[in-house]
């Protein structure tokens, strides 16, 4: 053999080596893409893996934190499992590079807050699983880069609002989970509640939203409590409620006139879920501001009516008394005149 044939054998045993390399700590199929790292005490993210990871699992270890680009070594991951960890910070460039990324799984960590950029790279994400955390907020920005999630959980963290334009702007989601969060149920939170009864009216699947505050509808869960107890958010807001009403009722007859569509697949195992093909209450909710809104204009209309009468009534009585008094201030100076008339007559008399 030449000295050139034996320089391409033991660079191509060379490239077969580096493309078969598993890092130490973790089991590696080639046939199915697979990496499995889980419990095996890892602090950082594991070296040296395949290029043509499919599904990486590293869950059950001390991972404390996400650098710039952890995955540029595996850029065609589908899967990324990182539950149960004790992960608190992420890198707004933590996924760069994970263009085909479907199922990203977060749970049981320690994370605090979501950067509005760091799904942007990842824009094939169809489940996101960030329940059992510390969030306690979302940014509105994060749905520009996942749109096309099918499922989200949320269970177990210090949400206590959740902003409407984020879900609305999530067009494929099809479950979501919620509970174990200590919801604020005022005013602020009614836009939530008619997006669900929308959401839950196509088909969607959600768990159950119990309310923290305020006291009198604590452990009370927000699609149960009707409109009736959110009154003084009716007098204050009743325009923005009745247009949000409309947009409602007009999805509702665009779904009656297409039909509905395909039924949602199961979602995730760790949080139960109870489907509600439709809300029973929503017709409820339309009736009762359209009668608080008839309501209130009777009474107004009634009140004005009282006090229009009530002026009415004080200038015809001042009138009546003035012309009164006028009456009985001239009635004497009239009867001394005609005595004073009479006396010269009496007294020609023979």
């Known amino acids: 053999m030449t000295a050139g044939g034996i320089f391409w054998c033991l660079l191509a ?98 994370i605090r807050e979501i950067d509005r950029r760091l799904f942007n790279p990842v824009r094939t994400l169809s489940e996101l699983n960030l329940s059992h955390n510390s969030i306690a907020g979302l940014p509105a920005a994060l749905a520009d880069s996942v749109g096309n999630l099918t499922s989200l959980s949320l269970c177990h963290n210090r949400l206590q609002r ?88 007009a999805e509702h007859r665009h779904l009656h006139t297409h039909g509905l569509g395909e039924r949602p697949r199961e979602g995730p195992p760790e949080c139960e879920s109870k489907q509600r093909p439709r809300p029973a209450n929503l017709r409820h909710a339309i009736a009762t501001v359209v009668i608080t809104g008839v309501v209130c204009g009777i009474v107004c209309l009634m009140m004005l009516t009282a006090a229009i009468y009530g002026c009415a009534y004080a200038a015809i009585t001042a009138k009546y008394q003035r012309e009164l008094k006028t009456v009985e ?6 009867e001394n005149g005609s005595t004073e008339e009479k006396e010269p007559l009496d007294s020609s008399v023979p």
């Open 13 to 110: 045993i060379l490239v077969t080596q580096c493309t078969a390399a598993c890092p130490k700590e973790c089991e590696c199929n080639p046939k199915t893409k697979v990496v499995d790292c889980r419990g095996r005490g890892l602090y950082d993210i594991p070296r040296r893996l395949q290029l043509d990871t499919q599904e990486l699992y590293l869950q059950n270890n001390r991972i404390r934190g996400l650098g710039s680009m952890a995955f540029r070594e595996t850029p065609l991951l589908r899967v990324l499992n990182l539950a149960n960890n004790s992960i608190t910070s992420i890198s707004a460039n933590s996924f760069q590079g994970l263009r085909s990324l479907l199922v990203l799984n977060l749970a049981n960590n320690s």
């Open 162 to 249: 959740l902003d409407r334009g984020l879900l609305e702007s999530l067009t494929k989601l099809q479950a979501l989970f919620f509970h174990s969060n200590p919801w604020k149920c005022d005013c602020q939170l009614i836009g939530l509640k008619l997006w669900l009864e929308t959401f839950l009216f196509k088909g969607g699947k959600i768990d159950e939203i119990r309310c923290a505050k305020p006291e009198d509808l604590k452990e009370r869960d927000l699609q149960r409590v009707p409109y009736e107890l959110f009154h003084s958010c009716l007098t204050t807001n009743y325009n923005y409620l009745f247009a949000k009403i409309q947009h409602l009722d």
């Open 329 to 334: 201030q001239t009635a004497p100076s009239e």
